[in-house]
């Protein structure tokens, strides 16, 4: 059974410009979310995504934004970048729904920020 | 906002050892959570413990939900060298949402042979 998919693993970006990030979860997994992982602040929720709605969202500016597609697939964008949002940003999916912390992640994908 | 401290930030130890390490909180879960982060991977699930006093085995692993609801313990027995990583801790607050589940900084473990 493939795991959760990320996509791209490692990028590099300049500041004022802007990324997509993309995440396929498990095959019957509906329920994404996004982490922001740094070594400073650790893992810092993004959002939670469950049948193409946001359920939550974390503590990040508008800059950070999510979208989940009907297959379950998720995006992730951040505008503007700054040189601050060099991090590794984790993609989890749940097979129990979204009220669940039994998360599956993948592998990350690894923003630098120049 | 609510915090969980992780300690200790990182350990060394032979092979062999036991390990043990412990997350504290103010605040009260109801749900506690232990992740494995391997280099290059994202973190992966060792064990979930769901009721106040349970204690759970996965393996050489075993976690314990403490009886205050505001802390819990890992301790990894017999460590071998494939036991390296960084092990984070998670609490999650009553109301369920992957949005009120906290991750500890995490307790990096080295393991010598």
């Known amino acids: 059974k493939a795991g959760v998919t990320q996509t791209p693993r490692y990028l590099i970006k300049t500041r004022g410009q802007q990324v997509t990030l993309s995440c396929s979860p498990i095959s019957g997994h509906r329920s994404v979310s996004w982490y922001q992982q740094t070594p400073g602040q650790g893992l810092q929720f993004l959002f939670e995504?469950?049948?193409?709605?946001?359920?939550n969202k974390g503590n990040f500016p508008g800059r950070f934004s999510g979208r989940q597609f009907s297959n379950s697939r998720s995006e992730m964008n951040v505008s503007t970048l700054e040189l601050g949002d060099s991090a590794l940003y984790l993609c989890?999916?749940?097979?129990?729904?979204?009220?669940?912390?039994?998360?599956?992640f993948g592998e990350g994908s690894r923003l630098t920020v120049l | 906002g609510q915090q969980l401290n992780q300690s200790p930030q990182s350990m060394f130890i032979q092979e062999g050892e036991d390990v043990s390490m412990n997350c504290t909180s103010s605040?009260?879960?109801?749900?506690w959570l232990w992740y494995k982060q391997e280099p290059g991977e994202g973190p992966v699930l060792l064990i979930a413990l769901y009721k106040a006093g349970e204690l759970t085995s996965n393996g050489r692993l075993t976690a314990q939900f403490g009886i205050t609801r505001k802390d819990s313990f890992l301790n990894i027995s017999a460590s071998i060298p494939s036991d390296v990583g960084i092990y984070f801790c998670?609490?999650?607050?009553?109301?369920?949402?992957?949005?009120?589940?906290?991750f500890g900084k995490g307790t990096k473990l080295s393991v010598k042979p």
């Open positions: 605040s009260i879960f109801n749900t």
């Open positions: 995504y469950f049948s193409e709605t946001q359920r």
């Open positions: 989890a999916s749940t097979l129990r729904g979204p009220t669940t912390g039994e998360l599956f």
């Open positions: 998670a609490g999650q607050l009553y109301g369920g949402s992957q949005g009120n589940l906290i």
